[in-house]
């Protein structure tokens, strides 16, 4: 397990999400929701895994797909807060006011928030 602690500091290299769908669950009257392994690459630690409310060094291998929208608002930013919010997401807060939001309430979502442009 890793701690949030260890991540504040440290540069942003990297964004990913597992190419295939770990598992999917039918729920009734809303679809099937998906769930996927998100990983982070943090500088001087490698890849992590944010993994309900937890951190964990990635150590799968399922093939991974970087997140590429917006690259150029979080790549190299340095981190400044993981934490989870008021919605139970796990945050990953970065400098000037850039934010990864990770929620699992149905299925995996990987939210960017933050600089003028980004939704």
Same mark, same amino acid.
């Given at each position: ?59 799968? *291998? ?32 970065? *400098? ?11 299925? *995996? ?11």
């Amino acid at each position: 397990m890793v701690n949030a602690e260890q991540l504040v500091g440290r540069r942003l290299l990297g964004v990913y999400r597992s190419k295939d769908v770990l598992t999917s669950v039918l729920v009734p009257g809303l679809g099937a929701a998906s769930y996927f392994a998100v990983v982070l690459e943090v500088e001087s630690l490698g890849r992590v895994r944010l993994q309900e409310g937890t951190l964990r060094i990635w150590d799968g *291998d399922e093939e991974l797909v970087e997140f590429q929208p917006h690259h150029d608002a979080w790549h190299g930013r340095p981190i400044v807060k993981v934490d989870m919010n008021e919605d139970q997401c796990q945050e990953v807060s970065l *400098d000037e006011g850039v934010s990864f939001f990770h929620c699992i309430d149905y299925g *995996d979502q990987l939210v960017l928030r933050g600089k003028e442009g980004i939704r």
